[in-house]
């Protein structure tokens, strides 16, 4: 699911400009596909890192965290269950930084 | 060699005879993680400390604590997550510390949002991820 996620994400990249061509119905369209994509997602097999470093976008975006996983200095206006999820979140992404970083010979 | 790192070390070779490819270190790292996960958290005073503000809220709860007493050991717990969060995860092993975190604070109901809905994604995304980061650290 991971090249579809990016096609997502690309697409919503490219609905930010408020000149995008058929903003609004490609917006909802988008909304959609994305939630689609959870759904197969959640239902999957999880079998390594990678795969939770999907789910933690993929929960990054259905909570509108922001950029990911960049955690917003106002976080803490959210609520607790969104500060808790921001943290598990950004949690994974240094995980998963830090298993490719030994991987390329660039950490111990 | 103790059981845990035996079972480990099955696991490695397992998933080497799995497939003609050769695993990513993502892959052994997560084997590795399940087995390092329990020791790096008892060693951590940070997750000692959660753990034990924890407790005694939970203890409070159930006994004669008063409302004030019971939020200053709310105050400590949530102290004591603020500074794990603060620290960061440093690697693998400290991931099933922040999923029993957003478990405590971020889903009410844990069992009841892994059952795929159409309602409360946002809760149902969070139980999944939770759910899936014990999985692969087998925490």
């Known amino acids: 699911l991971r090249p579809e996620w990016d096609a997502l994400r690309a697409e919503a990249a490219a609905l930010a400009d408020p000149n995008a061509k058929g903003r609004e119905a490609r917006a909802a369209a988008l909304a959609l596909q994305k939630d689609l994509l959870a759904a197969a997602a959640w239902v999957g097999d999880v079998r390594d890192l990678a795969d939770v470093l999907l789910l933690s976008e993929i929960a990054w975006d259905v909570w509108n965290l922001g950029v990911f996983p960049e955690i917003t200095e106002d976080i803490e206006d959210r609520g607790q269950g969104a500060v808790a999820l921001a943290y598990l979140c950004r949690g994974v992404f240094d995980a998963y930084s830090h298993a490719q970083a030994i991987a390329d010979g660039r950490s111990s | ?139």
Request: proline share 5%.
């Open chain 2, 1 to 139: 060699m103790t059981d845990r790192i035996a079972a480990c070390a099955a696991e490695i070779v397992a998933l080497i005879n799995a497939s003609p490819r050769t695993p990513r270190v993502d892959e052994i790292a997560a084997i590795i993680a399940r087995a390092a996960a329990p020791a790096a958290l008892a060693e951590d005073p940070l997750a000692q400390r959660w753990e034990r503000a924890l407790a005694e809220l939970h203890a409070g709860m159930d006994g004669p604590a008063q409302d004030g007493e019971v939020h200053e050991l709310e105050e400590r717990l949530a102290e004591a997550t603020l500074a794990i969060w603060r620290r960061g995860a440093r690697s693998v092993a400290d991931l099933p510390l922040f999923a029993r975190l957003a478990r405590e604070w971020g889903c009410a109901d844990f069992k009841a949002n892994l059952v795929p809905s159409r309602e409360g994604l946002d809760e149902q995304s969070v139980a999944q991820l939770v759910n899936a980061v014990l999985s692969v650290t087998a925490a």
